[in-house]
């Protein structure tokens, strides 16, 4: 079986990556698309395009009734999620099968499963997979009361966690007993309006941590592999920014014991399709199953550098029910691969998401570079949306190439019209305690990397530019005005708006 036409219920950059693997497959690529975003690049780069009506993710791209309604309506085969949006969103996932359409991830049970972080974590416990230190009660048990006995047994600090968290959202550090019945409070509240559920657990706060993932697949004969790790520990409000493979901190020990815990996890729930097991790894080398991210993950790039594979393609093989075409032998890797996430922010002003029309758009070319970009020059920056602009990826024969590529590229990069974070990157990039692989997911805060001003030629090329052409809207200026970034934009695991039945 193979599809004839697939159905992208995404936008952006993810929506384009995924179109250019259908496009190479022979199969038509189908986007959907908001009001706001009927000019949008990801629209252009697709063979068919329906609209949504609206603006809002709620009206538009988190509607899985009315996007299964026009992939029916328009002989869909298929519907790739993304990531984000309805990408973790089990009664999609089942409508799409009742609709007789194929969604491309896991079935609706394992995504069920894994989007509630305390069942993840005893499925993990049965699996023999190391969890971090913590406790989980039913609604009624979580007392303040409880909660600071709890937390006296693990040990302060401790972190509250939303049992249906995501995008780092619904977490609090507490670090002695006063602050437990704020901080429950606090995190109650933000899972509440962030996913309709209030339930929240606690863990111990891991200290200097780093953040590996090991990328897996598995396919509908029972067969799991994995693809080797991720390190994604530099992170701002517990949310990716740059992330490598192989990680500097594995030796080649923990790296087979967290492959082989992260297969053991997938085998023990059948797991299909792509999907990301994600650990925190202490310094002293214990590492703790964290969660499962049931989706293609942003930051696949860096795996298909390495593995030399295209993971979409991959996905939708097992999709259509093929075996895996590949076996874990065969998945061995290559080099190093680093990915910047571009983002529409100012990290001068706690990493503000900001807004505008992008009047000049230079990415960088060349060998071992890769930029999967979600606008292009006379793109509109909403705020309904993600501020994710693009991503760069590079790949080196080592870490030191890789890493001085990716600083070559970012300085050539240019984005003229919206504030953004590539000088923030650059500067990371250049830290000799990042040079040095020192890396943990305190690492912004703690060198408190600020950038003063742009790289010079990039001030050079928006200078230039600023003579020749008038932006729309000057460069620096459209923050928006909300008291927290992504506190309403995207629609991340909306889990309570009834939008998708
Ligand atoms: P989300 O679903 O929001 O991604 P995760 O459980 O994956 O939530 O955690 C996101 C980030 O928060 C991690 O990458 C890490 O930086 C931090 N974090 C999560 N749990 C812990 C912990 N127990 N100790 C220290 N940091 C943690
Ligand atoms: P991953 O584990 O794949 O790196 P992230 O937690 O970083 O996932 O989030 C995936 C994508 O969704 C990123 O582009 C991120 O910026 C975006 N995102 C995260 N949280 C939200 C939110 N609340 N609203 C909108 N977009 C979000
Ligand atoms: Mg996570």
Known sequence: ??????????????????????????????????????????????????ALPGVTAGETYLAGARIVEL??????????????????NAEFAQACADAGITFIGPTPAVIRAMGDKIVARRTAEV?????????????????????EQEAQQIGYPVLLKAAAGGGGKGMRVVRSKREIAEAQAAAAREASAAF????????????????VEIQILGDAHGRVVHLGERECSIQRRHQKIIEETPSPA?????????????????????????GTVEFILAPDGSFY?????????????????????????????????????????DCVPAGHAIECRVYAEDARQGFLPQTGTIVHYVPPEGPGIRVDSG?????????????????????????????????????????????????????????????????????????????????PDIA????????????????????????TPWSDAGGWRVADTGQNR
């Not at 080649?252 to 085998?267: I, N, Q, S, W």
């Open 460 to 483: 050079l090329a928006a200078a230039a530019l600023a003579s020749q052409e008038r932006p729309a809207q000057p460069a620096g200026r459209g923050a928006i005005e909300r008291a």
């Open 250 to 274: 594995l030796t080649p020990e923990l790296r087979a014991a967290m492959a082989e815990a992260a297969v053991r996890l997938g085998t023990e729930l059948g797991y299909t399709n792509a």
């Open 127 to 147: 699996a023999g997979v190391p969890v971090v230190p913590g406790w989980s009660g039913a609604a009624d048990e979580v007392t303040p009361q409880r909660l």
């Open 1 to 50: 079986m193979s599809f004839r036409k697939v159905l992208i219920a995404n936008r952006g950059e993810i929506a384009v990556r995924i179109a250019r693997t259908l496009q190479e497959l022979g199969i038509v690529a189908a986007v959907v698309h908001s009001d706001a975003d009927a000019d949008a690049v990801h629209v252009r780069s697709a063979d068919e395009a329906y």
């Open 196 to 211: 309709g559920d209030a339930r929240i657990f606690v863990e111990k706060y891991i200290d200097r941590p780093r953040h």
């Open 71 to 88: 992939a029916k309506a328009h002989g869909v085969d298929a519907i790739h999620p993304g990531y984000g949006f309805l990408s973790e």
């Open 375 to 455: 606008v292009a020059a006379g793109s509109v920056v909403h705020v309904h949306y993600d501020p994710l602009l693009a991503k760069l990826s590079v790949w080196g024969r080592d870490r030191v190439e890789a890493l001085a590529r990716m600083k070559a590229a970012l300085r050539r990069y240019v984005i003229v019209g919206v504030t953004h974070n590539i000088d923030f990157l650059h500067d990371v990039l250049a830290h000799a305690e990042f040079a040095a692989g020192n890396t943990d997911t305190h690492f912004l805060q703690r060198h408190e990397v600020r950038t003063a001003s742009p790289p």
């Open 289 to 329: 199953f964290l969660e499962v991210n049931t989706r293609l993950q942003v930051e696949h790039p860096i795996t298909e550098w390495v593995q030399r594979r295209d993971l979409v393609a991959a996905q939708l093989a097992v999709a259509a029910g093929a075996p895996l075409p590949f076996a874990q032998a």
